[in-house]
């Protein structure tokens, strides 16, 4: 089965937005925690989303890989729509393989690293690879390896993750989504659960990342990085898009009552 | 991690202190009367004649007896076997979304733990007189292959069906604590990275699993081999059976009863050993260090080398070289 994303016969794909989000809503039983985002992310972009937590920032991330099911608008990420099949008006849900399929191609970083503990930090990274793209082990490895040195851990290889640094751990799970050859890269508060001294490591991989044109979400509360890296950014507060523009604007020159709260808290 | 732990002080440091240590006069006192009750026991067991050592040497390894062996470890590790594999399938439907999975396994699970597996063995035995001919083919339709059910179920197999269907029960609920043990952050970066649940089940979950798994299985597998011995009831020979056949012959029930003992002991020994190792590998990545096996604290107490001391620590600054 070829992978539809990549035809351009499909006219929507190549081109347009990376993420397109129209009205997204997301409830929990009655508690609406989404209520109609609307917003666009480039190609090429570094996207900051920030916010005071429970804003609804990360529960929107988690929505682009359909880790939580959208219950109202539209979500699409390079033209396809997440988690539904629009044949003529009406939307078909996905079967999990497919879902699994459209997965492969975004990559995500926890907050809590999520390594997988049994397996060394090179297994972590040819795990899916090999599993789910079907590479051989040899090669997996080879650009694990690779990976590795780029995020400045060639010596851990063989570590697991309990032997790792919180920094070191988060460092890998990057090395991990990357291995995966992802066009978009989520970032759910890569940082927050990292003693301050370790974060500018993590910060640094990401800024690379960036510098070679890679298409990142981010969610964050280290302002510095979405004011040097971030291309655009926008504020969410109780579900719904406050104020959006470009980082250094926003964060120097807020017009909301809201955005100037927040920022008047953390900056 | 300190290089100058061998009690020289380096000048300018408070000097070691030696104190008087805390006193157990309790501990004396208790040693005593353990060492008298053991002596006692020791003395009744030699000289009390009807234990008669020499009978017991003598069906020790006696062939009835070796055979039955055989017939525990074949239906423990069969059963077992059984058990495990309907453990995890159990437990995988009994949290599928499906919800004519997960009440399937309930109900299996309801039946089989809330039935004695005496009562089981005995019902699979009898299967012959509720059906008399097992048969392949369509529902209240024509048979395609049919057998006699006692041809198809021989003891052993009734033995094998009783026990393993039985452990299947237990076998799902320490499978599903397992599982539900693991974070659930696993599960998401799993199916993130576009692991199907399957995969994710099988390559992430439960290895993790196992950690939670393994010790209530070491348990239940050391409770299987002595739980077989319920099978003499069906007249299947094994190690207890074997015993029972002969004193019901020459009488000597103590000393056979000793024998068979010995002989569970032994076995349940074994597996205690096994299952220590089997817990340590899948204990990796969960500690920093694994702890030292038996052997190593052993060596470690004998050979005092300076590295022995904090026992196989990894210093996590070279975690590197061992691929």
């Known amino acids: 089965m070829t992978d539809p994303t990549k035809a351009p016969a499909d006219g929507v794909g190549n081109g347009g937005p990376m993420v397109r989000a129209e009205g997204v809503r997301k409830s929990y039983g009655l508690v609406e925690v989404l209520k109609g985002i609307d917003l666009e992310v480039q190609q090429g972009e570094v996207f900051c989303l920030i916010g005071p937590s429970g804003s609804g920032k990360s529960t929107f991330l988690r929505c682009i890989n359909h880790l939580e099911k959208v219950s109202g608008g539209r979500l699409s990420v390079d033209g396809e729509l997440v988690g539904y099949r629009q044949k003529g008006d009406k939307l078909y849900e996905l079967r999990d393989q497919e879902v699994a399929r459209k997965r492969r191609d975004i990559g995500m970083v926890f907050q809590r690293f999520n390594l997988f503990p049994h397996m060394t930090a090179l297994e972590n990274i040819v795990e899916a690879p090999v599993q789910v793209r079907g590479e051989s082990r040899g090669d997996a490895r080879e650009r694990a390896r690779a990976l590795l040195e780029r995020v400045g851990l060639a010596d851990k290889a063989a570590s697991y993750p309990s032997q790792l640094s919180g920094g070191q751990q988060q460092r890998v799970a990057i090395a991990r989504a990357l291995a995966m050859q992802p066009k978009l890269m989520l970032f759910d508060e890569p940082t927050s659960a990292l003693d301050p001294e370790l974060v500018g490591d993590v910060l640094d991989v990401m800024r690379g990342l960036a510098e070679e044109g890679m298409t990142m979400i981010v969610v964050t509360h280290e302002m510095g990085f979405a004011r040097e890296v971030g291309d655009a950014l926008v504020f969410m507060d109780d579900g719904v898009v406050v104020e959006s523009g470009h980082p250094r604007e926003v964060l120097t020159n807020p017009q909301h009552d809201r955005t100037k709260a927040f920022l008047s808290k953390v900056l | ?323």
């Open chain 2, 1 to 323: 991690m300190n290089p100058s732990d061998k009690g020289e002080v380096p000048a300018g440091r408070p000097e070691t202190i030696k104190a008087v240590p805390v006193r157990h006069p309790g501990r004396w006192v208790g040693g005593i009367v353990v060492a008298v009750l053991a002596a006692m026991l020791l003395h009744a067991l030699i000289f009390n004649p009807v234990f008669e050592w020499d009978v017991v040497r003598k069906y020790l390894f006696q062939q009835s007896i070796l055979h039955g062996i055989g017939v525990t470890l074949e239906l423990t590790a069969l059963s077992m076997l059984m058990g495990a594999v309907g453990g995890v399938i159990l437990a995988v439907m009994r949290l599928s979304p499906n919800p004519l999975l997960s009440s399937a396994a309930w109900l299996y699970i309801w039946v089989f733990r809330g039935t004695p597996v005496l009562v089981q063995l005995v019902f699979w035995n009898f299967l012959g007189l509720l059906w008399q001919r097992l048969s392949i083919g369509i529902p209240f339709g024509p048979a395609f292959w049919s057998e006699s059910t006692n041809t198809l179920i021989p003891t052993f197999v009734a033995a094998l069906l009783g026990l393993g269907l039985n452990e299947a029960a237990y076998m799902a609920e320490i499978v599903r604590g397992g599982i539900q043990s693991v974070d659930e952050g696993q599960t998401e970066a799993a199916h993130a990275l576009g692991m199907s649940r399957a995969r994710t089940m099988r390559r992430i979950i439960l290895p993790q699993a196992m950690r939670v798994i393994i010790p209530p299985t070491g348990n239940e597998t050391i409770s299987m081999l002595k739980t077989t011995s319920l099978v003499s009831v069906i007249a299947l020979e094994e190690l207890f059976q074997a015993g029972q056949n002969i004193y019901s012959h020459n009488f000597k029930n103590i000393p056979l009863l000793i024998v068979v003992s010995i002989w569970y002991l032994f076995m349940t020994s074994i597996l205690t050993v096994g299952q220590y190792y089997l817990e340590r590998y899948f204990a990796r990545g969960s500690n920093r260090a694994l702890p030292a096996t038996p052997l190593q604290k052993l060596r470690a107490l004998f050979v005092r080398t300076p590295a022995a001391a904090p026992t196989a620590a990894l210093p996590p600054a070279e975690g590197a070289p061992h691929d």
